[in-house]
């Protein structure tokens, strides 16, 4: 069956570092991919997604990349603030049957210092 | 309303109680989704309802687990008799291409 496998953390980073954060998919077809983000003491919100092979989704500074041949969607980003301290999922959805659900890797938990 | 709404927002019970959560899906959402967040996990798909079709109960984990909606609103979802192994987040998302999560109802039992 489809699954998602992301980088554990916790990860610790000083701000204005780089960001890398690990995913790597299986599926049986052509699955959509998503980051979702869950900030301390809040739901689980859509950062970015892509719905096809080279798409690049970006939100708040924020890029993932949805590469087929390496089956990854590697969420990255340029300068962290202690604002985007937070868990991030990643996901795919591949229809099966007549659902369309999401399956999560584990999270990967950010803190981001001053 | 304008996002997901999940009721009650904690939850604890006493082992072999039945428990009910709610979850009110954004207006004109026609797909319903249960999911289930363990502590340090990831979430596990449940239960997904589309319009007036036959609900995917395909994640359910055991018998104990039930939900229902009517139509394109209100769901719930019953856990009977409730086990320890029930403690967890329980997140109800709705919308098709993209989910929109509600705040999750947290469950503990005791």
């Known amino acids: 069956g489809d699954s998602v496998t992301q980088m554990e953390g916790p990860v610790t980073l000083s701000e204005e570092a780089f960001l890398t954060i690990n995913c790597t998919y299986t599926a049986t077809g052509y699955p959509s991919l998503f980051w979702y983000v869950q900030y301390p003491g809040e739901g689980l919100q859509l950062l970015l997604k892509a719905t096809k092979a080279d798409d690049k989704g970006s939100n708040k500074g924020f890029e993932a990349t949805y590469r087929k041949e390496t089956t990854s969607f590697h969420l990255e980003k340029g300068s962290v603030q202690v604002s985007d301290s937070a868990v991030y999922f990643c996901a795919l959805s591949e229809k099966s049957g007549s659902a369309r659900q999401l399956t999560f890797g584990s999270g990967t938990q950010l803190t981001v210092l001053p | 309303g304008a996002g997901v709404s999940q009721s009650p927002s904690n939850k604890v019970t006493e082992k072999g109680k039945d428990v009910e959560l709610r979850c009110d899906p954004i207006s004109g959402h026609t797909a319903l989704y249960w999911y289930r967040q363990r502590l340090g996990q990831g979430l596990e798909f449940l239960i997904y309802?589309?319009?007036?079709?036959?609900?995917?109960k395909s994640g359910l984990p055991s018998d104990r687990f039930s939900a229902e909606r009517t139509g394109e609103s209100v769901s719930t979802l019953t856990i009977q008799r409730t086990q320890q192994e029930d403690s967890a987040v329980y997140l109800c998302?709705?919308?098709?291409?993209?989910?929109?999560f509600g705040p999750g109802t947290r469950l503990l039992v005791l």
């Open positions: 309802f589309q319009g007036n079709s036959a609900p995917d």
């Open positions: 998302a709705s919308g098709a291409g993209t989910q929109y």
